[in-house]
Structure formats: C-alpha cells, structure tokens
C-alpha cells in the first residue's frame, strides 16, 4: 500500500480540483490520499463524487490542515477523519478563513510600500475559489518577475513568518485544535514540525506537551525535512508514543513536491483510521484498502 496523507486542492492553495486530485493520485499509484486542505472541509463532496469513475481503487481520507499559533510561532496541525459538521470545531475553520483576506490584504499593501505592483484582484483571480493564502501572492509574485519561484516569495524579505511583507491572521492555539478535533472524532498530527526554512519552529519540548494533551502524531517524512531530521523525529515518535507519519504535501503544480514522494508506513495509517470516530475512509471504485 502506498499512502499519502497531505494533500491540496484548489479548495485551498493547491492547483489540481479535488478530482483532478484523486485522479492523479490514483495515476501516481497511491492506494489512500488524504485531502488536507487549509482550513476547510469544501473540496470533499467533489473529491468523493470522482471516486468511482477512476480506472484502480483509491480510498480518500478526509482532512484538513488548520493554522495553529504557539508563543509567536506558527504551525500547522493536520486533522484526520473528524466530524466536518461537529459546530465548535467548523466554527474556528470558519475564524480562520474569514480572516483570511483582510490579512492577505495587509501584505498586498506590504508589498505595494515596497515596490512590488501586485494587486488584490490579481490575487483574487489566482486563488479562485478557494481560500486565499500566501501561496496565491507568492505565485502573483512569480507572474510578476519578482521572485523567480513560489518558493522564493517565503523568505523573511517577503512573506515568510516575520517578514518584511508578512501580516498574522487568526489562528487556533494547538492545544485547543487537538481538543476540538478530538471532540470531532478526528486524530491530530503536527505537520512538517522542524522545516526550519519555513521560519521559526517550536522546540521539542513544545511537541511533549501536545503529545501529553493528546496529539496523535507527527509527520516526520517530509520534502521540508532533511534524513537527519526525519531520523531524528522518528525517534521522537517513538519516545513520545507518537505516531510517525509520511506525506508528500503536495499542491499540483504550485510546488515541486510531488504525489507519493513520502508515504505512510500502512500500520501508522491502520492506528489513524482505528482511532477516528468523527468520519470513515472513503474507498472508490475498485474497493480500495479503507482499512
């Protein structure tokens, strides 16, 4: 089984639909795929409804990657097969995506005071419909010639955590997120927790006490980690009694990451689908391994 549990549509900041999503997942030869989109449950109804049309089976794990904020540092959490209807929960998602663009507002002026001639309407039609991000300015950025990839745009020059063009948004404190999400029925793992080229991290003392509060894991393989560092989280997982996830946190074509280029070992995955009440697996045609 090959299993991939951080993805992105364009319900978020990802270029691929959700099904266009599922069914480069299933061309890539993954046997499960979770959709993780940045807080919002809204790429679901169209990534379920592509499953069965697809030529092998592929099950869909339905998620959602939530902004969390520790002491001044970002992070995100990964949430796994809650309840997308449970009302507490939904109504934080919402906190956050409302904010959402008054803050990407903010670091367009930002960026305009100095120098850069980018616009919100020129956002605006990058992100579409879904919800608007830094991704969506570092690619108008890109369009523009100023940086010469999205990757470039999250430097602390521009729009990394701290940066001259950088604006916060509301965001959830993680111990909150992993009450929320369990109240959900959902499983919680910290993603990509020491990509330091993102920014500040948290330290490992920070991910003991969410491991004490309940956080199930953490994804450990990941492009944003170097093999010392994912050797390293892994042990981690395992003197904590966390989980250890792999992923490819992929989002089409927008990043170099691609579909599959770290997976989940399927016993972690078995443990994840075990411990989550809120939602099931959804397997497509085919009778993908839901586990």
Not at 127 to 140: F, K, L, N, W, Y
Not at 190 to 211: D, T
């Amino acid at each position: 089984m090959r299993i991939d549990l951080h993805t992105h549509s364009t319900a978020s900041d990802g270029t691929d639909t959700p099904a266009q999503l599922v069914r480069n997942a299933a061309a890539a030869g993954l046997d499960v795929v979770a959709l993780t989109d940045h807080d919002t449950t809204r790429g679901y109804a169209e990534a379920v409804a592509a499953l069965p049309a697809l030529d092998r089976g592929l099950t869909l794990v339905t998620g959602a990657e939530l902004s969390c904020r520790l002491d001044g540092v970002g992070l995100h959490m990964l949430a796994y097969l809650f309840d997308p209807d449970e009302p507490e929960l939904a109504r934080e998602r919402e906190l956050v995506r409302d904010d959402r663009v008054p803050r990407a507002k903010t670091m367009i002026g930002k960026l305009q005071e100095l120098g850069v001639p980018v616009t919100w309407e020129h956002v605006a039609r990058i992100a579409g419909d879904g919800s608007v991000g830094r991704p969506h300015i570092a690619e108008a950025m890109v369009e523009l010639g100023v940086v010469p990839t999205v990757s470039d745009a999250f430097t602390p020059d521009w729009l990394a955590d701290g940066g001259r063009a950088y604006a916060e948004k509301h965001e959830l404190d993680p111990f909150d997120a992993i009450r929320l999400v369990k109240a959900a029925g959902g499983v919680t793992v910290f993603a990509h927790p020491a990509a330091v080229k993102r920014g500040q991290i948290v330290p490992e003392a920070a991910i003991a006490a969410l491991a004490a509060a309940g956080l199930d894991g953490v994804e450990a393989d990941h492009m944003d980690h170097d093999p010392a560092t994912r050797t390293r989280l892994h042990g981690l997982a395992t003197d904590l009694g966390l989980l250890a996830t792999g992923s490819s946190d992929y989002h089409g074509s927008r990043k170099t990451c691609v579909l599959g280029e770290f997976t989940t070992d399927p016993e972690i995955y078995g443990e994840i689908t075990r411990r989550a009440t809120g939602a099931f697996p959804v397997p497509g045609a085919g009778g993908g391994p839901a586990a």
